[in-house]
């Protein structure tokens, strides 16, 4: 019983951190089709994509996340995680000020 319950640590921790890089990379797929909308001039529709991927990101940051695959990431990748999380917001906001919906930045 007692390699049953190490397995279903080891399983959930390995679900954990598959969830974890997948939230990593609908982010990262977001802030491109962000990006691709801001240079089309689109500010609206880029300033809601760059929200949704920050949205995406905000249980890593503030550690919402299951604890196993928060635990796993290294300093390196919290630290890009942040930073990819501000930039989403940044992106956002400057859609806004491009927009001259200024209450929103």
């Given at each position: ?72 990431a290294t300093q390196e990748e919290q630290s890009e995680i942040v ?23």
């Amino acid at each position: 019983e007692a390699d049953d319950e190490d397995n279903d640590d080891e399983s959930s921790s390995i679900d954990a951190t598959l969830a974890f890089e997948e939230m990593r990379e609908k982010a990262a797929v977001l802030r491109s089709q962000g990006k691709e909308l801001h240079d089309d001039g689109d500010y609206v529709h880029a300033s809601k994509i760059f929200r949704y991927a920050s949205e995406t990101l905000e249980p890593l940051v503030h550690g919402e996340h299951d604890m196993h695959a928060t635990a796993s990431a290294t300093q390196e990748e919290q630290s890009e995680i942040v930073q990819e999380y501000t930039t989403c917001l940044l992106h956002e906001a400057l859609c806004h000020l491009k927009n001259e919906q200024y209450e929103k930045c």
